[in-house]
């Protein structure tokens, strides 16, 4: 008899699934990749992919997590005992508990900003000086290892709490306060004057930027920014009821993904044309977050500091809240495996988890520091944990996936998880087994290859 804990509510459950996707993935990249690919052109390439690559693979994994009702690594031993497809699985936690590793350190900024923002650090700060202290923060020994901690003791908190208590419980609260930022820094933004040139730049696509380069990049973003192949849409997943839609749910996650990260842009570009800049001269990653945008906020709201105060903290607080639902999501997928595969209680399992990801995080962290002469492969312990995750692993962990669902489960496991064994209406099976045993392996393989340079040459 299955005793594990489920998602109290349908809203819960989307509200959950929603957080573990929506991260810096939607301000980290999604912006930069819409700036330098023709704007709205980017964004219809990436609402495509999303409904190509991103749902069917999302469907796949929640098919997985629910018919098993198990963590990421046994569910394909149960799906499939006796092979090597249990890999899969083992991956997926792998792949999460990598990835939290270096999450924190990034969680970690984000607290460091939302403070530094809300005591007016920026006011009088020179362009030409905000990446000497976004350089001397991060190179610190102490502070950067400190807000990590913090960061990662709050996603443990809200892990050992369990699912109903802990992480439904956080989101239905978390959640709503992240689209009330959204909508209320969105609103700020497109209200500065010279916002119209930001809002047309997103609205009005340039496909003469679009190569095949843009289009795998397009692809490698909807994959990316859906947290698919890390094992928390699998894990999530484990904790829904048989009643829940698990093609409606996909559905919702992904239009709240795309959302959030389309009003990101509506937040950043408003602002960055108002000051006379343009996309081409902002910066990607940390440093479109760290030094870029503190910037472009002071000079936004035309020495009015008490607007840019409100806007930058707002604006933090809402990147930290994405990163720690994230990152939220990462700590479960590790938590439920040693918790049932080593029967150990939830809070011991969490426990262990944030030691060990604070252990490793911190390694990461010093790289920018005292070990940044430390290298792996050519590589810093923060670039190196960033490089093999999100280039090899994530892709690598997503073309199994897809070959496994559309492969070798029988068509009538796929039939009876999406259809809830015939109680649901859901025409579009055949449609979506199709994409899993031929369009997405393939698409998959190709932003592999692309995210390896094989396809360089070419543009």
Same mark, same amino acid.
């Given at each position: ?205 340039? =496909? ?102 409100? =806007? ?72 190196? =944990? ?31 998880? =999406? ?41």
């Amino acid at each position: 008899m299955n005793t594990r804990e489920n998602f109290g509510s349908k809203l819960g459950a989307i509200l959950a699934a929603a957080g573990s996707a929506v991260g810096l993935g939607n301000v980290w990249r999604f912006p930069i990749e819409t700036g330098q690919h023709g704007g709205a052109a980017f964004i219809i390439i990436y609402i495509a992919c999303i409904m190509v690559l991103g749902i069917p693979i999302m469907m796949s994994e929640f098919l997985i997590g629910r018919r098993t009702h198990s963590n990421t690594a046994r569910a394909y031993e149960m799906l499939a005992p006796g092979t090597g497809w249990k890999w899969v699985g083992r991956l997926g936690v792998f792949t999460g508990t990598f990835i939290l590793c270096y999450y924190c350190v990034i969680g970690g900024w984000t607290l460091h900003y939302t403070l530094l923002a809300a005591t007016n650090a920026f006011d009088g700060v020179p362009a030409t000086e905000f990446a000497d202290i976004f350089s001397a923060f991060v190179s610190n020994e102490w502070m950067p290892t400190v807000w990590l901690i913090i960061f990662m003791l709050m996603s443990h908190v809200v892990v050992s709490r369990g699912i109903q208590h802990g992480i439904e419980r956080f989101s239905k609260v978390i959640m709503p306060t992240l689209f009330i930022l959204v909508v209320l820094l969105v609103v700020c933004s497109v209200c500065l004057p010279g916002a119209s040139k930001g809002i047309e730049f997103l609205l009005k696509p340039d =496909f003469s930027k679009v190569t095949g380069g843009v289009v795998l990049g397009a692809m490698g973003q909807a994959f990316f920014s859906l947290s698919l192949g890390m094992g928390c849409l699998c894990t999530y997943a484990s904790y829904f009821n048989t009643h829940t839609d698990l093609g409606r749910t996909a559905l919702n996650v992904c239009v709240i993904d795309t959302i959030v990260a389309i009003m990101a842009g509506f937040i950043i570009f408003p602002s960055v044309f108002n000051i006379g800049m343009d996309a081409d001269h902002l910066q990607a990653g940390a440093n479109l977050l760290f030094i870029s945008l503190p910037n472009v906020f002071q000079k936004a709201f035309g020495g009015v500091q008490i607007l840019a105060i409100l =806007f930058s903290v707002a604006f933090y607080f809402l990147i930290f809240i994405a990163a720690l639902t994230s990152a939220i999501s990462l700590h479960e997928v590790t938590t439920a495996f040693i918790s049932e595969e080593l029967k150990l209680k939830r809070r011991w399992s969490a426990l262990i988890v944030t030691a060990v990801c604070s252990v490793v995080g911190v390694l990461c962290s010093l790289s920018f520091g005292p070990l940044s002469g430390v290298k792996l492969f050519g590589l810093t312990i923060f670039d190196f =944990f960033d490089y093999i995750s999100g280039n090899i692993f994530l892709p690598v962990a997503g073309l199994l996936i897809s070959v496994f669902a559309g492969w070798y489960l029988d068509r009538q496991v796929l039939h009876d998880e =999406f259809t809830n064994h015939g109680t649901l209406n859901a025409p579009y099976v055949r449609v979506i087994i199709f994409i899993l045993k031929y369009i997405a392996p393939l698409g998959i393989g190709m932003v592999l290859l692309n995210q390896l340079g094989a396809f360089s040459w070419l543009w």
